[in-house]
């Protein structure tokens, strides 16, 4: 099962090697791992999706816990979270199907941001599983390049992962 | 005042009295400046061995113990220090010199990523890149190191900031706010009384030591407890002293290389308060079957140790000594001690130390005979291999210690930690007990006894191989003896009075006890070359064998 681990820190340089060394020391996989500064700029936020079973997510936790440059912890329900990732997506065109990929990029509120002679390139910021679709319907074009973040997530509602 | 100034005013504020080191180029400042302070410095002959000796020191006094390297091969050479005091939760604080920081991450002489490379074994680090942060960073590494699960800090100071001029007047932090760590040191009060609860309702229940007895300062708590409500004690080599040694609760050693009566009374236990252990592989070998049949309670100062290894109906995070007070001040009741009076097994090899063979001497025999007869609060440190085990099954512990690389079974331990214990406690006895493998993974720390006249008496079992890998090799690799023999050694003896070390050679059990006697007369440091025949092994005397790894 995947899980969303929510974790702040504090914004050293060091921490984020610090993180994921401790994730392969331990034999715990990451899908995604993505990181930026909170509203307090002394603080970053890192978002991992990480796929194992309970006893796994526990450890995870703990281990984080225990490292003295994390602040807080937080496994978020999956069905409690709002989940964002972006992505950009080059594809190859032709004078001919460029259409056709505009309104696929149209119909998945993706944007063309940027255009060449034979190729688009898409930009969409949606929940992971639509970018999976999105890029779903763009292989049979040829896609030259992928670039994703990673999710990142916010708790629904007005709660919030208190420092 | 010079960045290396304010380091060495830090380690006084500290009340630092004694650091173990070894200098270089990148860390002549902090050298130059700690010259002129109130701190002994004890050169060690190779940094590994500062730390191992500032890692004991820590474990005698509670305190971090202080260990000094220069950048590159000086702080690689201290890696295996640092991974043996994590794996024990021994408090340490390792400074290591770093090039210039304008060099930082060009491949500079002597440059090594040492806060990179030993990020898996430390508690935390710094890398201190600008001076002014220098009093708050050691306050914090000295606070982490000697804290909540205790364990080694490294600071890594590039020589620039030793040398840079600090603005203002110095002043050293007397509070430390680090938002990212607060250990939990009381038992949460429900907690408390589950577990009183459970040890209520039980018939069986048994106490595991471990090493978090002595991290904690938790012997007395222990003792009363097991007295008080009549629980046996079982200890993990970690844990080994945390009942004197023939204390009528004491069960002796459990685990793997633990001795029957442990190993019974916690398969037939119906409640298992662990306290203060990792529970690890050697300890509980097969941790599935027990929680079938036995309650679980977990003791831990270290939330990630629970659950870790073993499944805990009762997790309790907290300082060992205080949750054994909140404990005890619950008045749990007295349980009848017949059902572990009455399996009638041994607690240790004493009771058969196995043959005494002609020419040589029987290393059960001989660990018992040192330890008892050193003063009863005479410190024994274990080297790692088949001498290890012997010890750790034959060592008569009263109100002393037994030090011993638990964790990281690392080889080389006993004479650097002997050395550091030795200083920690003046006036004590201590004896490094080790193989002729580990002895010369060592030996240079011979000129370091000598020249600071630390009375360290080294016992050398010497059996002319890789004891405990032969054995392995013996019994699980059909006898196929590879890269075990150890010919080529030098006489031990002859080498220890090249340094001015006076030394004696033992080949029969009848001469044990006046050359244990002798060499705790001498003044200084002593060694004895034991020699024990090569077949003798470390599964017998109605231990049970289990797999070896």
């Not at chain 1, 703990?62 to 709002?82: A, E, G, H, S």
């Not at chain 2, 914090?140 to 080694?152: C, L, Q, V």
């Not at chain 2, 309670?297 to 629970?306: F, L, N, R, S």
């Not at chain 2, 020249?451 to 006898?479: D, M």
Request: charge should be neutral; aromatic fraction near 4%; hydrophobic fraction near 40%.
């Amino acid at each position: 099962m995947k899980h969303t681990i929510s974790v702040l820190v504090e914004n050293r340089a060091g921490v984020l090697s610090h993180i994921s060394g401790l994730f392969s020391r331990r034999g715990f996989n990451i899908d995604s791992l993505a990181v930026g500064v909170t509203e307090d700029k002394m603080i970053s936020r890192m978002t991992i999706v990480a796929d194992g079973d309970d006893y796994m997510v526990e450890q995870i936790e703990k281990q984080l816990n225990k490292m003295i440059d994390v602040i807080k912890v937080r496994t978020v329900p999956n069905d409690d979270l709002i989940r964002r990732e972006l992505m950009l997506i080059k594809v190859s065109c032709t004078a001919k199907n460029r259409g056709e990929i505009t309104d696929v990029a149209k119909i998945m509120n993706a944007k063309i941001v940027d255009i060449s002679k034979d190729t688009l390139t898409i930009e969409i910021a949606d929940r992971p599983n639509r970018l999976d679709l999105l890029e779903e319907l763009l292989r049979p074009y040829r896609i030259q390049e992928v670039s994703r973040t990673g999710t990142i997530a916010l708790q629904r509602g007005s709660s919030v992962i208190a420092r | 005042m010079t960045g290396a100034s304010v380091m060495v005013q830090c380690l006084e504020q500290e009340g630092v009295s004694i650091a173990f080191g070894y200098p270089g180029a990148t860390i002549c400042p902090f050298y130059d400046e700690l010259a002129k302070s109130s701190i002994r410095h004890i050169l060690v002959r190779q940094e590994q061995n500062a730390g191992h000796a500032a890692g004991a020191w820590g474990r005698m006094t509670g305190k971090p113990g202080v260990c000094i390297a220069t950048s590159g091969p000086g702080a690689t050479n201290l890696l295996t220090a640092l991974a043996t005091a994590y794996m024990d939760s021994v408090p340490l604080v390792a400074i290591t010199g770093q090039v210039s920081s304008e060099l930082l991450g060009r491949d500079a002489f002597q440059e090594a990523d040492i806060t990179g490379a030993a990020v898996s074994f430390l508690k935390h680090s710094f890398l201190v890149k600008d001076a002014e942060d220098l009093p708050r960073v050691i306050r914090e590494a000295f606070y982490i190191a000697g804290t909540g699960r205790r364990g080694p800090v490294l600071i890594d100071v590039p020589i620039d900031v030793q040398n840079t001029r600090l603005k203002g007047r110095f002043h050293y932090p007397e509070e430390v706010s680090i938002r990212g760590y607060s250990p939990t040191l009381r038992g949460n009060p429900l907690q408390i009384r589950r577990v009183v609860e459970a040890m209520d309702g039980a018939q069986r229940p048994v106490i595991c030591a471990g090493g978090g007895v002595f991290g904690s300062g938790a012997r007395q708590e222990v003792r009363l407890l097991a007295e008080r409500c009549g629980i046996p004690v079982a200890c993990t080599m970690m844990g080994l002293g945390a009942l004197p040694t023939g204390h009528p609760l004491n069960l002796g050693m459990l685990g793997s290389q633990g001795g029957a009566l442990a190993n019974e009374a916690v398969r037939r236990s119906d409640l298992l308060i662990i306290a203060g252990a990792r529970a690890g592989d050697r300890a509980v070998t097969q941790p599935g079957i027990l929680e079938k049949s036995t309650r679980v309670v977990h003791i831990d100062i270290d939330p990630a140790e629970i659950r870790k290894n073993v499944e805990a109906g009762i997790p309790l995070v907290g300082d060992l000594a205080q949750v054994l007070e909140q404990i005890l001040a619950q008045g749990p009741r007295a349980h009848d001690r017949g059902w572990f009076e009455a399996l009638g097994l041994p607690q240790d090899d004493s009771a058969g130390y196995g043959e005494s063979r002609e020419g040589f001497v029987n290393p059960r025999r001989l660990v018992r005979l040192i330890s008892s007869h050193m003063e009863p609060d005479g410190i024994y440190v274990a080297d790692v291999g088949q001498n290890q085990i012997w010890s750790a099954r034959n060592c008569l512990i009263r109100e002393g210690r037994f030090l011993t690389s638990g964790g990281m079974g690392t080889m080389g331990y006993s004479i650097p930690a002997a050395m550091g214990a030795a200083l920690a406690c003046p006036g004590r006895q201590v004896a490094a007990v080790c193989g002729d493998g580990a002895f010369q993974m060592q030996m240079m720390e011979l000129a370091t006894l000598v020249q600071h006249q630390v009375p360290v008496k080294i016992f050398v079992v010497r059996n002319g191989s890789l004891g405990l890998v032969r054995e392995i090799q013996s019994t699980c690799y059909g006898g196929n003896l590879s890269a075990v023999d150890l010919s080529g050694s030098p006489d031990f003896v002859a080498l220890a009075a090249a340094y001015g070390i006076g030394g004696a050679r033992l080949c029969s059990d009848e001469a044990v006890s006046a050359a244990v006697e002798r060499a705790f007369a001498e003044p200084g440091p002593f060694l004895t070359e034991c020699v024990v025949s090569p077949e003798e092994g470390t599964v017998q005397c109605g231990a049970e064998k289990e797999e070896q790894r």
